[in-house]
């Protein structure tokens, strides 16, 4: 019995770090820069792809392989930024009416990544295995690279959440997560701090698809739309712009997911979504807010 | 006046429309006639969208939900019931369905309804998918195809009910309500709308529709399983071609959806491989450079062609 409630909460514990990483780039992107991402999931898949062909092709070491992912995928976001969603703020009249159209082009964009993935990687599903050796914990059993992407998500996580609290840029963001115009009249660049803050989330996107990749998942062009969900429902559970909020929700999200999934497998898509609605309309703020 | 003016035209324009797709599938080769009935569904997929998000500006995502529900529907009476029956009970599962999402949801605001809404058409799919593999262990089922000329006859209806309601309810006290809500909801509310009561009502009708057209239009497929019926494009599709074509005036709709399920048939057979991409290019280029989809440049070029004249005096 305790070895079957340790099993739970420890592999629940380890799938919801990767969870609310991704949850925490989620929230960055919708939360400051108002661009509800429905490609969130796409770069996911490119990250953990990105390693996958790294891995497998030029024998880069996954974890090692963080430092080419992180300041690439940064850059593609910010720049997608730029080009895309700072002129269409600037064109629409209103922030409902931004939110609306940047999450049509958001759309767009998951068409475009999605079938270009589709045609450099193909239909057939990918994987590798990546220390994948045994360990044993007080008589339940996981593979080390579980745990490993659990520290990295934390590590990762505490990180980012140093660096909003401590440096300029950091208080930037949170000034343009708070009021952007306020911000703006403060001397904010907004536009540059956006698209910022929307790099961040696809840096974050990508990293969690790098963790997930390590965890000897099956991969494949169309594994994004899934986590896409994943984030939107973590993103609810904890608040949105709270990164601890994004912990505690995707720990919870990941221990339901392992509970559901052990007792019936395709349901764990379905217990999500009824804590969603649930949440939703009980306290659509989320759990950690007063 | 000038209203019932507007009424006789609508009825007259309508009406010719009606007339002509009736007449053709005499004269036209199979291959016509179903491109015809695609572009239909299309056209009846966003005018129903068009209903609920147009004036309210709540943007939803459930399309695919109703539109698979209906396919279930026909799944389960397709051998029993003839075509119109099945249609009009895929509409009635669809409605009874948004009856009760849209109760329990509508009160979410903004971008919570669209997240809410993404999330249910996979709610909708895995719990069949469950319910397929372990209760009645099939994962796809048999639909009894129909005659290509039936199942046409069968969309223009549903595309006629579909335009009747659309104008009975813009000229209406409830799409006036819908206008409000859209504009404020709060003012609504106070200025005596029964704001939940509105919203969920015309959210139903909207999926009425839906539910109809995916009943009479899985009856070509003939072999369906939960991620075809309930495939995340047919939520997609509806707003993109509603953002294309507008949402403003009833013709924008219908323009927006017939040019781009013809684009949509122009590039599946021209380049199979990269149409998806190539629709995703297109989606960025008209969201970036129209926000006001094609109304929005037959609108300026309209008030540019009143405005001259008066100049000119």
């Not at chain 2, 396919?71 to 075509?83: D, E, G, K, N």
């Not at chain 2, 549903?158 to 309601?165: C, P, S, Y």
């Not at chain 2, 991620?227 to 924008?252: D, K």
């Amino acid at each position: 019995m305790l070895v079957k409630f340790l099993d739970i909460a420890i592999g629940g514990l380890l799938m919801g770090g990767i969870y609310a990483l991704i949850a925490v780039g989620f929230g960055l992107q919708y939360g400051v820069a108002r661009v509800l991402n429905i490609a969130h999931g796409e770069f996911i898949m490119l990250g953990a792809f990105c390693t996958w062909t790294l891995f497998t092709g030029a024998g880069v070491t996954p974890l090692f392989s963080i430092l080419f992912c992180a300041p690439f995928f940064f850059a593609f976001g910010f720049v997608t930024y730029r080009i895309l969603f700072t002129p269409l703020r600037r064109s629409s009249e209103s922030p409902a009416a931004f939110e609306a159209n940047s999450m049509l082009a958001s759309f767009g964009l998951l068409f475009v990544i999605q079938n270009l993935a589709l045609i450099i990687w193909g239909t057939p599903v990918r994987g590798y295995s990546y220390l994948a050796f045994p360990i044993h914990l007080s008589g339940a059993v996981f593979s080390a690279n579980r745990i490993v992407t659990l520290i990295a998500s934390i590590l990762l996580g505490s990180a980012f959440y140093a660096f909003l609290v401590s440096t300029r840029t950091g208080k930037a963001i949170r000034a343009a997560a708070q009021d952007p115009d306020a911000a703006e009249l403060m001397g904010v660049r907004i536009h540059r701090v956006l698209a910022l803050c929307f790099g961040f989330g696809t840096m974050m996107a990508a990293l969690g698809g790098l963790l997930l990749s390590m965890t000897s998942i099956m991969l494949s062009p169309v594994m994004g739309m899934q986590y896409t969900l994943i984030a939107i429902i973590v993103v609810v559970l904890g608040g949105l712009g709270n990164i601890k909020g994004c912990f505690v929700g995707g720990f919870i999200l990941g221990l339901v997911g392992y509970l559901v999934t052990s007792a019936q497998p395709g349901l764990s898509m379905v217990a999500y979504y009824v804590i969603f609605l649930f949440l939703l309309l009980v306290r659509p703020t989320g759990l950690l807010t007063k | 006046m000038k209203s019932r003016a507007k009424t006789y035209r609508f009825f007259i324009a309508a009406f010719t429309l009606l007339a002509l797709l009736v007449g053709l599938p005499g004269y036209m080769s199979s291959y016509t006639v179903i491109l015809l009935t695609n572009i239909l569904m299309y056209v009846v997929l966003t005018l129903s969208w068009a209903i609920f998000s147009g004036p309210t500006g709540y943007i939803s995502l459930a399309s695919a939900a109703f539109f698979g529900a209906g396919v279930y529907m026909s799944a389960l009476f397709s051998s029993s019931l003839p075509l119109p029956l099945v249609a009009i009970g895929g509409g009635a599962a669809s409605f009874i369905l948004a009856l009760l999402v849209g109760s329990l949801t509508l009160r979410l605001k903004g971008m919570y309804f669209t997240m809410f809404t993404f999330g249910l058409v996979e709610l909708v799919r895995n719990s069949v998918h469950w319910w397929e593999v372990n209760i009645t262990g099939t994962v796809g089922r048999i639909i009894l195809a129909a005659d290509n000329t039936a199942i046409f006859y069968s969309m223009v209806a549903i595309f006629v009910a579909v335009l009747v309601v659309s104008h009975w309810i813009t000229r209406s006290k409830l799409g006036l309500a819908l206008q409000a809500i859209g504009e404020s909801e709060e003012a609504a509310a106070h200025s005596g709308v029964n704001v939940t009561k509105v919203k969920t009502v015309t959210f139903a009708v909207s999926a009425f529709f839906m539910g109809a057209s995916g009943a009479t239009m899985s009856m070509r497929w003939t072999y369906i399983d939960p991620t075809t019926a309930f495939n995340i494009q047919f939520s997609f599709m509806p707003v993109l071609m509603a953002i294309f074509g507008g949402t403003g005036h009833l013709y924008a709709p219908i323009a927006g959806a017939t040019v781009f399920s013809l684009l949509e048939e122009v590039l599946t057979t021209k380049f199979p491989y990269y149409y998806m991409l190539l629709f995703g290019l297109i989606m960025l280029v008209v969201i970036r450079f129209m926000p006001h989809g094609l109304e929005g440049v037959i609108e300026m070029w309209r008030n540019r062609e009143k405005r001259e004249p008066s100049e000119a005096a």
